[in-house]
């Protein structure tokens, strides 16, 4: 929910065609990211080792969240083109 207007946002500046909508799109892709990882690391602190098993699918949040928070561009790298303008 966190990243849901920004999602809009980037995707409004991209059909408008917008020359600002790759800054949109890495603010909502950093968001995005970081916020599914976070999500994935505070679950397995609260359930401990088993979310390492895979008898839940925390596991597999975990393994997919990292990798697509660095798809297409680091979140620092993202950062640097929201600041950059």
Do not use: M, N
Not at 62 to 76: Q, Y
């Amino acid at each position: 929910e966190f990243t849901e207007p920004l999602v809009h946002g980037a995707a409004l500046a991209l059909a408008a065609g917008d020359d600002g909508a790759g800054r949109e799109i890495a603010a909502a892709k950093v968001t995005a990211g970081e916020a599914a990882y976070g999500a994935a690391r505070t679950a397995l602190q609260l359930h401990g080792a088993v979310g390492y098993t895979d008898e839940l699918d925390l596991s597999l949040w975990i393994r997919k969240a990292r990798p697509l928070r660095d798809a297409w561009g680091t979140p620092a790298a993202c950062r640097t083109r929201v600041l950059a303008g």
